[in-house]
């Protein structure tokens, strides 16, 4: 029996290495003459930039400003010529407190900084990884960090912010498009919503990020004035594009310098050369954190079932809780789904006793697989 264990990150508990090492040891103790090949796997989110290290890219770290505009140290990767930068590093949520989340002013500064960095150090393709952000400044900090001049009506410098986007008058791209010439920027990611609008970015992610519903009314305005201006700076209109809303409309500055917009599992999965190692073995097992209607959309795990699924090899889910519409997976590619959560729990314990909890239901995976194989 050869297994390959190729979980995604269990949110603010476990990385991907490190649920897979889980997973594993607990399959281990069961079937101990079982082959066990391990591969985290990622969405293009969080997670990500880890992946890729464990493949091989040389793990680089740059002070940068952060999400509130203190300086933060943001980690990225280099492969080769192509530089993976998360943004989540320098504006994701975890680097602000709750008591300070607000994402009328929170920036992506910070993400331009890494991005010129990259380049600097002889980058020629840049993938931008998005997902858990803290803004909502439609990426106006990044571009900003690029050398884009944004002003207000009296030619003053736009503050950081997405709230700030209400009193943008102007924007020039110009010298970013000079900076960047000849660099190909690739956004990771796989949500689709568009820039603004009912299901843009603020009125879909804002409250997530701290803000109220006052503020969520004034980002969405803000935004869709800001994509008024964008489209006249790049000469297309790239706001209603499905994905321009990621990371708080971040994918709407990068789509405006001619990225390209790609399914981030789609991208990870291909980076780990995930189709040989599906081929080479009898059984998948995959997971995240928690498994529900969110993980249709998208999602790592959802992913590589599929492709096994075509492979003709069956996938077990491995979550550390099953909502009551994970069932919908099951006739999404996935065969089997079981949650390492013994019994009711809150969140904090849950995520403090995640390696466990995962290993002792790998192991009794592994016993009740064992236990099949004999009884044919």
Same mark, same amino acid.
């Given at each position: ?11 603010? #508990? ?5 649920? &897979? ?43 940068? #400003? /952060?999400?509130?505009?203190? &300086? ?10 192509? +530089? ?5 590093? !320098? +504006? /994701? ?10 994402? $009328?002013?929170?920036?992506?500064? *910070? ?11 002889? +980058?020629?393709?840049?993938?931008? $990884?998005? /997902?858990? #952000? ?37 924007? @020039? ?18 949500? @689709?919503?568009?820039? +603004? ?46 994905? =321009? ?12 310098? /001619?990225?390209? %917009? ?41 992913? %590589?079932?599929?492709? =096994? ?7 077990? *889910? %491995? !979550? *550390?809780?099953?909502? @009551?519409? &994970? @069932? ?6 996935? $065969?089997?789904?079981?949650? &390492? ?36």
């Amino acid at each position: 029996m050869r297994v390959l264990i190729a979980p995604d990150s269990f949110k603010e #508990s476990l990385s991907a290495a490190a649920a &897979a090492e889980a997973i594993a040891a607990g399959f281990a103790t069961a079937w101990p003459e079982a082959q066990l090949v391990r591969q985290g796997i990622a969405d293009g989110g969080e997670g990500t930039l880890a992946v890729l290290i464990a493949q091989g890219a040389d793990h680089q770290s740059t002070r940068v #400003s /952060g999400p509130l505009g203190d &300086a933060v140290d943001a980690e990225w990767a280099m492969r080769g010529n192509l +530089a993976c930068i998360e943004l989540a590093q !320098a +504006a /994701g949520l975890m680097l602000v407190p709750p008591a300070q989340r607000d994402p $009328t002013t929170t920036t992506t500064h *910070g993400v331009g900084e890494l991005m010129a960095t990259a380049v600097a150090a002889g +980058a020629r393709r840049l993938l931008v $990884t998005l /997902g858990g #952000s803290a803004t909502c400044d439609g990426g106006a900090g990044l571009l900003q960090a690029l050398g884009a001049r944004l002003l207000d009506a009296a030619g003053q410098p736009l503050p950081a912010g997405g709230g700030a986007l209400a009193q943008l008058a102007s924007i @020039d791209l110009q010298p970013v498009l000079a900076r960047l010439a000849g660099i190909e920027l690739i956004i990771a990611s796989d949500v @689709d919503n568009p820039l +603004a609008g009912p299901n843009g970015a603020a009125r879909v992610f804002a409250a997530q990020k701290g803000a109220t519903a006052q503020q969520v009314d004034q980002l969405d305005a803000a935004l869709a004035h800001y994509g008024k201006l964008l489209t006249q700076a790049c000469g297309r209109d790239v706001t209603d594009l499905p994905g =321009a809303g990621a990371a708080g409309g971040t994918a709407a500055a990068l789509l405006a310098l /001619g990225a390209t %917009l790609q399914s981030g599992a789609e991208w990870v999965l291909d980076a780990v050369g995930i189709d040989a190692l599906i081929a080479d073995c009898d059984l998948v097992i995959t997971g995240e954190g928690r498994m529900d209607g969110q993980t249709l959309s998208g999602k790592a795990p959802l992913a %590589l079932a599929r492709r =096994a699924q075509r492979l003709g090899k069956p996938v077990i *889910g %491995l !979550a *550390g809780s099953l909502a @009551d519409d &994970a @069932d919908a997976l099951l006739d999404a590619g996935f $065969t089997a789904l079981f949650a &390492a959560t013994r019994a009711p729990c809150n969140t904090t314990e849950a995520l403090a006793r995640a390696a466990p909890r995962l290993t002792a239901a790998a192991r009794n995976l592994a016993a009740l697989l064992k236990l099949g194989l004999l009884l044919r």
